[in-house]
């Protein structure tokens, strides 16, 4: 089974950084897609950034500007860099990739979460 190891996660203080990694455990045939999703108690996980294969990016409005997500293939990594942290970017941060295999099956594969944390 696919095990996506993040790390990185702490405490969001205003105005600052923090930078999220994501390794799997296995290589594959081919990654379209590599990103995260972030979620607070009570609400849907939203997609905040995502890379293709060709280096297409998308980022929500929220952290436009402030966040960058790249992608490592060489060793089956993402990581969002995070700037200008603000309180509501609080949540539980997955890293999520979508693999293509020599048979064209696609799946989703999802990291086991990290926290960012509000300041208190």
């Known amino acids: 089974q696919v095990q996506l190891v993040e790390s990185g996660g702490g405490v969001a203080q205003p105005g600052g950084s923090l930078r999220l990694s994501c390794t799997a455990s296995e290589t594959f045939f081919r990654i379209l897609t590599m990103g995260w999703s972030r979620q607070v108690p009570g609400k849907d996980r939203e997609m905040v950034a995502q890379?293709?294969?060709?280096?297409?990016?998308y980022y929500d409005d929220s952290v436009k500007g402030r966040f960058t997500n790249s992608r490592d293939d060489a060793q089956n990594k993402v990581s969002l860099q995070m700037n200008n942290l603000k309180p509501e970017d609080a949540a539980g941060y997955y890293c999520?990739?979508?693999?293509?295999?020599?048979?064209?099956?696609?799946?989703?594969?999802w990291g086991q979460g990290t926290q960012v944390t509000r300041s208190s």
């Open positions: 999520k990739l979508k693999t293509m295999s020599t048979e064209n099956e696609v799946r989703n594969h």
């Open positions: 890379i293709s294969d060709s280096g297409r990016t």
